[in-house]
């Protein structure tokens, strides 16, 4: 496992943008799917996107065209670009990893590391 640590959640207006990091310590992201997660209160922690160790990225249909997921092997971070926020993005954002993950990039459960989350609001 590694340990994730969340940064960048804040307080924005619709229609702007946000970028979320995240930083791993304990062990190399190199060979990782790592994914953001995200839960609004009173609902289920759903998938947001993935990036695994190949380069490929996933995701969810919600913000496809908006965000843009990226890691920076070399400093062991990922980060997401979130553009044309809605308040329907507003939610806590987990940051997840699971090393050699060769399916279900999608599911909560196909991950062993979690960090703290992070809070992103957005205003209408």
């Known amino acids: 496992q590694v340990q994730l640590v969340e940064s960048g959640g804040e307080l924005v207006q619709a229609g702007g943008s946000l970028r979320l990091s995240c930083a791993a310590s304990?062990?190399?992201?190199?060979?990782?799917?790592v994914a953001w997660f995200r839960q609004a209160p009173g609902k289920e922690r759903d998938f947001v996107a993935a990036?695994?160790?190949?380069?490929?990225?996933y995701y969810a249909d919600s913000v496809k065209g908006r965000f843009t997921f990226s890691r920076d092997n070399a400093k062991n971070t990922v980060s997401l670009e979130m553009n044309s926020l809605k308040p329907e993005d507003t939610a806590v954002y987990y940051c997840?990893?699971?090393?050699?993950?060769?399916?279900?990039?999608?599911?909560?459960?196909?991950?062993?590391?979690w960090g703290q989350g992070t809070q992103v609001t957005v205003a209408s």
């Open positions: 997840a990893a699971k090393a050699l993950l060769y399916s279900g990039y999608q599911h909560v459960r196909s991950y062993d590391s």
């Open positions: 304990g062990r190399a992201f190199t060979n990782y799917c």
């Open positions: 990036i695994c160790w190949s380069g490929t990225t």
